[in-house]
């Protein structure tokens, strides 16, 4: 699936850099109904994470009450150049990954 | 027995949906305040649960419920002894009352996440964040929705 990515190509050693995250994907809540009845089943992303050179850097646990298409941005210190890696994880086994460069001077 | 506004919406916009789509359909779950307290107990246990420190930065009205833009910050030096471990994000009456758990370390250098929610009805959002002390820290507000999201029909 598709994912945008949002990351400050440079940045000095230190510095705080927000980092910006979209993924495609319908969040189905599992709460609606088609028009003859039936439950929709829930489809969701469950779970985001992001490793800065392997270590994990922010967490996120989401529900069905999180909008289609899950944004979210959080922020963190720039302290070596390398690779942010960004997984994706949810019901009937999705799984999505991404991944993003930094340099740090 | 009176009948408050809101019953009274809530059985005229039925016999509309009713009156145009020859179906019936499920009163839609709701959350209640009670479950919303659960749900913040199963994060806090028996902490106090302090006001202040926690922002909440989300338009107090909505036009459509499906995509309401929220970013919540937390006054915190985030230094490697005090910092904000999670912040989490409740709702009062979606059909679930939680809305995301966000997990923070001394190295993300701001306690800030943002992102996009859905709100099934006019309510109570409540950000609470728990800090490196394990103490908890919580702000809450109203949020007027028009238009509401999650349990309406698929077309």
Redesign the interface.
Known sequence: MAALINVPAKAKRGD??EIRTLTSHIME?G???????AL?PRNIITGFTCR?NG??????????????N????????A?ESGKFEFEWIGDNGYSSTASASITVE | MQTTRRQFLSIAGGVTVAGT?P????R??EATPAMLGTAIRNIVGEAQIRTGKVKLDIPPLVENG???PI?VSVASPMTATDYVRSIHIF?EK???P????????P????A????????ADTQKVVAIARLSDDTFWQVSTEIVVTLA???????
């Open positions: 705080i850099i809540t709460f609606r109904h088609t028009a003859d009845g929709v800065y270590a994990e850097i922010f967490r996120a646990d989401l529900f069905p009450a999180i909008a289609a899950p944004y979210l941005s959080f922020f963190t210190i302290k | 789509i179906i019936v359909t499920l839609p779950l499906n995509t309401v970013t709702n979606n059909p679930q939680n809305i995301g758990n966000f997990h923070l370390t190295a993300s250098g701001r800030q996440v943002s992102t996009r929610i859905r709100l999201a999650c349990t309406e029909e698929m077309n």
